[in-house]
């Protein structure tokens, strides 16, 4: 009856309910000093991880080894150039954007291009004037001054056409894998991947179908972390590439991220156009295999028919002549 008498006295119910409320008065107002900053602890592990990601970006692109194309040019090369001053006597103001879609980066592509533009020409003419020397004798002068000026004029413009010749058959490596790389993204962004992550691991899974689409995804990636707009590095991809394919999916991320569109609904049609691209340049390439083979038919495939179908019409003739001899 005594432990009921206290339990049940209202002054020690009140005192109880008093101690409960200063208890947890104190607990209201310590809690948020004593919880762990999850927020900030989140915000850093992803300044963290975007640091890492810059760092490494960067000693990629210092390395220039694997995922970048960057050689150092030849000794005699660069002293020829310099000593020569071919770059202001050669200068291309396009040559930039040439190397840049041929894959080539760095100062040094610039001098070996400036050092074959003004070597090649002086090869290729004494190689003519060789062959007239040697072999050509008989030829008429105007012939002989038009073999060794073709000669000079050849190596002169070799140089742009290897470029040119690199350029296209980069863009269309790239393109080949461009849709499957773009689903591959619209996989990873979905699933809560930045941009930057998702074209970092799409770069890695794209590199054994197509290297040359993983370094593009690797030097973006590594521009979108240190570029002070994203937008710079979208348009550089798709200046980069030179396609239409590319420069669509660059505008719309630009614009996915100026006005807060979803990223994964702009990469899913960009998708699907990129394939539909693809298959319009695989049907454009079936319809012109036919005027493509009627010239090889007409040498090739023709005389062998009419030697299996007229032969054995000549051959009973020229015998039955000889019977009748």
Same mark, same amino acid.
């Given at each position: ?9 209202? $002054?020690? @119910?009140?005192?109880?309910? %008093? &101690?409960?409320?200063?208890?947890? /008065?104190?607990?209201?107002?310590? !809690?948020?000093? *004593? ?84 070597? $090649?020409? @002086?090869?290729?003419?004494? %190689? &003519?004037?060789?062959?007239?020397? /040697?072999?050509?004798?008989?030829? !008429?002068?105007? *012939? ?182």
């Amino acid at each position: 009856m005594d432990i009921v008498d206290t339990l049940t006295d209202p $002054l020690n @119910v009140a005192g109880a309910l %008093a &101690a409960m409320a200063c208890f947890g /008065t104190v607990v209201t107002l310590a !809690a948020p000093a *004593m919880s762990e900053n999850k927020l900030g602890s989140r915000l850093k592990e992803v300044a963290k991880k975007r640091e890492e990601l810059r760092k490494r970006s960067r000693a990629d692109l210092a390395k220039g080894v694997g995922s970048l194309q960057h050689k150092d040019a030849n000794s005699f090369a660069k002293n020829l150039v310099n000593k020569l001053n071919l770059q202001k006597a050669l200068a291309d103001d396009t040559l930039t954007e040439k190397l840049i879609r041929s894959g080539l980066r760095g100062n040094a592509a610039q001098t070996m291009f400036y050092f074959y533009r003004a070597a $090649l020409p @002086v090869g290729f003419g004494i %190689a &003519a004037l060789v062959y007239i020397v /040697t072999l050509g004798a008989d030829l !008429a002068l105007h *012939m002989k001054a038009a073999a060794v000026v073709g000669g000079i004029a050849l190596g002169f413009y070799a140089p742009n056409l290897y470029l040119k010749n690199l350029a296209d058959t980069r863009r269309t490596k790239i393109m080949e894998a461009f849709p499957d790389s773009l689903d591959m993204m619209l996989i990873c962004v979905e699933s809560g991947m930045s941009v930057e992550m998702a074209m970092q691991r799409v770069g890695q899974e794209i590199a054994p179908a197509s290297v040359e689409l993983a370094e593009e995804f690797a030097l973006t990636t590594a521009e979108l972390s240190y570029l002070p707009e994203r937008r710079m590095a979208y348009e550089n991809l798709a200046r980069r590439t030179a396609h239409p394919g590319v420069k669509a999916v660059a505008m719309a991320l630009t614009q996915a991220e100026k006005y807060g569109t979803p990223v994964g609904q702009a990469l899913r049609v960009m998708a699907k156009e990129n394939r539909d691209l693809r298959l319009a340049e695989a049907e454009k390439k079936a319809a012109s295999l036919p005027p493509k083979l009627t010239v090889p038919m007409i040498v090739f495939f023709l005389p062998v028919l009419f030697a299996v179908i007229i032969g054995p019409a000549m051959i009973q003739v020229s015998q039955m002549l000889a019977e009748r001899g």
